[in-house]
């Protein structure tokens, strides 16, 4: 049906992860991709579409494509927003090379999110967009704030706790300290993460991702194509976004719910799995809560017990349903989205090394569960059998 | 720091009236001339029956605490000397599916609790500005 192993990721690639790249988000783009196109054995000569998303804190294709010397772009994606369509870009390239519209796509994400342009405004005004002028003047606009109301609604109604969000943050670190490539790679404990100073209650310090400079890129071409390239194709067996609500509007009230509700149903009629085949799930972790309310929508465990199932070790890289393998955005470090992407192509490669999940065939990426602007975007990814 | 710093309102072409009311001390939702749904945020088309057609009523101006925050960071400096405060989802009184947002006036943060019954207050931060804040009631 529709899209489903008819693309694949055949390349990936990143920069340092870092809190000053001391680099332009353009440098960024052509190192990330430059490093994807090398993991896949391509050149840029091959390159012939280019795919992004950005809130006006990046470079655009219009710009990296000549930087890079691309020859001739058939194709290109500039897409608005933030985590929210970070797997849109994936899932927009895999339908350009299904349709032969393009033929090599490289999807990128770069960012100076510590040194240049911070989430939230820390020193900046805030961006007059929607519904902010109903928010902005009683000082909530910023992400950390935002989440936080939605963690509390769950609280409030689920009976959630800060030990459960607790779990989620100590378990990633554990992870991250078998990532070479993450910012944090010091364990931290239950009291350590109880300990940390308030941002917006009740989140704290330890339930907020990283602040990164840093870029990540993905090469997509047609199934067909990567089997003959240098590394073996991870194929893109679905990809859908969409939703319709926007939590933070002001209109819809109940932020117990996130959009993956709504489209995981067509994610796994897409690529013909369910919850259950699911061997590796990323997901997007801007805050711990938004792991907790994804594994609730996305059909890990009961509506209400993503706290009580979090907590008892089930997303641990030895239980049932690993969940952010490299540490996710709360200790890998925040590419806003594409770096959940490289790391379950590199559990399905098997290239994950300490803390590689064996035998993972099936991967679960996902976007920004759509709190922040309309709907979200998420892929299953799986090897070719 | 006064409320003046905080940051202003970019009020719309759908919300003028709504921020005009506001400066009056009134509190408005737009009620659907097709179906008669209480509307907030201020909209042109009803998105249940798609009618354009509109008027403005008054609300009571009271609800119940959904959900809230208390802000520890300081995110923009206009807030420097406020935190902790706190920031109130307000479930409205007057529909089952109306809420604002606002931050908590002549209350303790710390005693904020799910549905607490808060009221609607108008403070005028210049020639210009009304804002509506909430407190305890």
Known sequence: ?385 | MSLAERPRPQVDRDSVPWWEAVRRHELLVQKCGGCGTLRFPPRAICGRCRARESGWVPIEGTGRVASWIVCHQVFMRAFADEVPYAVLHVRLDDAEDLFMYGDLTEGDPAEVTAGMPVEAVFTDVDEDLTLVRWRPR
């Open chain 1, 1 to 385: 049906m529709g899209l489903r192993d008819r693309a694949a990721i055949a390349g990936v690639g990143y920069t340092p992860f870092s809190k000053d790249s001391g680099v332009s988000t353009l440098t960024l783009a052509i190192d990330a991709i430059l490093a994807a196109l090398d993991d896949a054995g391509l050149a840029v000569d091959d390159v012939d579409a280019l795919a992004t998303h950005r809130v006006g804190d990046s470079t655009p294709p219009w710009v990296v494509a000549p930087a890079l010397g691309v020859p001739e772009v058939s194709w290109y994606l500039d897409q608005f927003g933030g985590g929210s369509v970070s797997h849109a870009v994936i899932g927009q390239a895999a339908m350009a090379v299904a349709t032969g519209v393009a033929r090599t796509v490289v999807c990128y994400r770069a960012i100076n999110a510590r040194s240049e342009f911070r989430m939230g405004g820390t020193g900046r005004g805030a961006a007059p967009v929607f519904d902010a002028q109903y928010q902005a003047p009683y000082g909530y606009f910023a992400p950390p704030q935002q989440f936080a109301m939605a963690t509390r609604a769950h609280m409030i109604k689920y009976g959630t706790t800060h030990e459960q969000l607790g779990h989620i943050a100590v378990g990633q670190r554990a992870n991250a300290v078998k990532n070479p490539r993450a910012l944090k790679r010091d364990p931290i404990t239950l009291d350590d993460y109880l300990a940390s100073r308030w941002i917006a209650e009740p989140l704290r310090l330890l339930d907020c991702c990283l602040e990164t400079d840093g870029a990540c890129a993905v090469v997509v071409t047609s199934a067909e194509r990567a089997r003959d390239l240098a590394t073996p194709p991870v194929l893109i067996s679905g990809a859908v976004w969409g939703g319709g609500d926007s939590f933070f509007s002001g209109q819809g009230g109940d932020f117990t719910v996130s959009e993956a509700a709504r489209i995981a149903p067509r994610l796994y009629a897409m690529a013909g799995v369910g919850p259950e085949d699911i061997d590796v799930a990323e997901l997007y972790d801007c805050f711990t809560y938004s792991v907790l309310v994804q594994l609730e929508d996305y059909g890990f465990c009961a509506k209400g017990e993503g706290g009580p199932y979090a907590a008892s070790g089930a997303t641990s890289l030895d239980g049932p349903l690993p969940v952010n393998t490299h540490g996710g955005f709360l200790s890998e470090g925040y590419v806003h989205g594409i770096n959940h992407i490289a790391e379950a192509v590199a559990q399905l490669r098997g290239t994950a090394g300490d803390r590689q999940v064996s035998g993972a065939e099936v991967a679960l990426s996902t976007a920004q569960p759509g709190y922040v602007l309309a709907g979200t975007s998420a892929l299953i990814l799986r090897t070719d059998a």
